[in-house]
């Protein structure tokens, strides 16, 4: 079975811009969460998604946003890029009632 | 809100020696806990989970865990380390919304 997928791999962006990430869960997975993870930490939870609607967020500024599409993929976009936006984003996905996500190998975003 | 603290930023073992990963977790409710492995540039596998019930959890490639409720603790061990243990360690505390909460890691060094 394939896992999480997450396109694309890595992408460079230079401040102000704006760039928007994907992810495929699971076959039958339809909660999808986003996390950032800056070099040397661990990651940050930024939002879940469950049935095309925001099950919980993080503490982000309002330049991050999510949706999910009926096919529970998900796309992450961030508005106005800092230079403090450079980071791996992960995508990880699992079943409705079952707390055990499972990761994507994340986009490695670079802001110049 | 729920957090995590792993003390430890980098250990460094021998190969073949005992390995323990420390983990202290806050979090008001019955947790799920959760230890996952990062390579370089990789995203998150999965080594073992916490939900309820025997409090000693056994994971894949020979990891195990012990959840100590009166200590807040689930720290992550192995009885002889290999070469390709080598690698970040993350605790996580998930809450009930599967917002999950990761600590800052340990980098694993293991001496031939």
């Known amino acids: 079975d394939a896992g999480v997928t997450q396109s694309p791999t890595h992408l460079i962006k230079t401040r102000g811009q704006q760039v928007t990430l994907r992810c495929s869960p699971i076959?039958?997975?339809?909660?999808v969460s986003w996390y950032q993870q800056v070099l040397g930490q661990g990651p940050q939870f930024i939002f879940q998604y469950y049935e095309k609607e925001e099950r919980g967020r993080g503490n982000f500024p309002d330049r991050f946003s999510a949706r999910q599409f009926p096919n529970y993929s998900s796309e992450l976009n961030v508005n106005a890029l800092l230079l403090g936006d450079s980071a791996l984003y992960l995508c990880?996905?699992?079943?409705?009632?079952?707390?055990?996500?499972?990761f994507g190998p994340g986009t490695r975003l670079t802001v110049l | 809100a729920q957090s995590v603290t792993q003390p430890d930023i980098h250990i460094t073992v021998s190969e073949g020696a005992s390995l323990e990963l420390r983990c202290n977790y806050s979090?008001?409710?019955?947790?799920?806990l959760f230890w996952y492995v990062q390579s370089p540039g990789q995203g998150l596998q999965l080594l073992l989970k916490?939900?309820?019930?025997?409090?000693l959890v056994q994971g894949i490639k020979g990891f195990e865990a012990e959840f100590k409720r009166s200590q807040s603790s689930f720290n992550l061990r192995k009885p002889s380390v290999h070469w390709s243990d080598a690698a970040e360690y993350f605790c996580?505390?998930?809450?009930?919304?599967?917002?999950?909460?990761f600590g800052a890691g340990t980098r694993l060094t293991v001496k031939p």
């Open positions: 996580a505390v998930g809450a009930s919304n599967n917002d999950m909460r």
């Open positions: 979090y008001g409710a019955t947790p799920y």
């Open positions: 916490y939900f309820s019930g025997d409090t």
């Open positions: 990880a996905s699992n079943l409705e009632a079952y707390n055990e996500q499972f």
């Open positions: 076959s039958g997975h339809k909660s």
